[in-house]
């Protein structure tokens, strides 16, 4: 299961309403960096048969097969801290990260 904070659910919304054809968030893993793994996110378009779709107070989030085993669990928080602001992935599957939070390995 996956979890939006009602900031990622705000962000989502307005991010996905300005995007033509955008029929919610694609989330989801990539090999890479240091310690394994990396977040990828994209504007989903479509839904393969092998997706999982999780739609919270109307907004979508689209995670491929391959991925949802690493993502299952996480909390997806959208924050803003002064001029920065960037989604936060809570992700109790994180063992460890390397240096420059690019990148991270699990348990999975």
Known sequence: MITLTDSAVERI???VSKKDEAIGLR????ESGCSGYSYALDFAKEIAANDTVIEQADVKVVVDEASMPILDGIELDFVKQGLNQSFKFNNPNVVSSCGCGESFSTTK
């Open 27 to 30: 989330i989801g893993v990539t």
């Open 13 to 15: 919304r307005d991010m």
